[in-house]
């Protein structure tokens, strides 16, 4: 037995690597690996596009909304931010320099007295 206890196992993860990338260089080559290649990405195509399509309907039996949506309204509210935003630049531009200053709040407390 050697001393570095690791050792072994690193010497047998090599040899693993070493045989998957002789396998995998060799049988992906092949015109059924390919094949099978294409069938396993459809079929993860298939399984994602049904795991939406049955959130969806479980969303709304919950009465809740789906992630389009969520992701429609995210979309209208950022339009309305943006009109918000253009009009009070709008308005700013409009009152210019002779619309008063907003007036400050008044300080009715004073520091260290209003502990108690």
């Known amino acids: 037995m050697t001393s570095d206890p690791a050792s072994f ?8 690597e070493t045989m998957a990338n002789q396998f995998g260089g060799q049988a992906m080559r092949t015109p059924e690996a390919a094949r099978a290649m294409g069938a396993a990405t459809t079929a993860t195509a298939q399984v994602q596009e049904a795991t939406r399509e049955a959130m969806g309907r479980a969303l709304a039996a919950y009465n809740m909304p789906s992630r389009e949506e969520v992701s429609g309204l995210s979309e209208r509210l950022a339009g309305v ?32 007295k209003d502990k108690a």
């Open 81 to 112: 931010e943006d009109r918000l935003a253009r009009i009070e630049g709008l308005l700013v531009r409009l009152a210019g320099d002779d619309a008063p200053a907003r007036p400050k709040p008044a300080r009715t407390r004073t520091p260290g």
């Open 9 to 16: 196992f690193r010497d047998m993860l090599g040899q693993w």
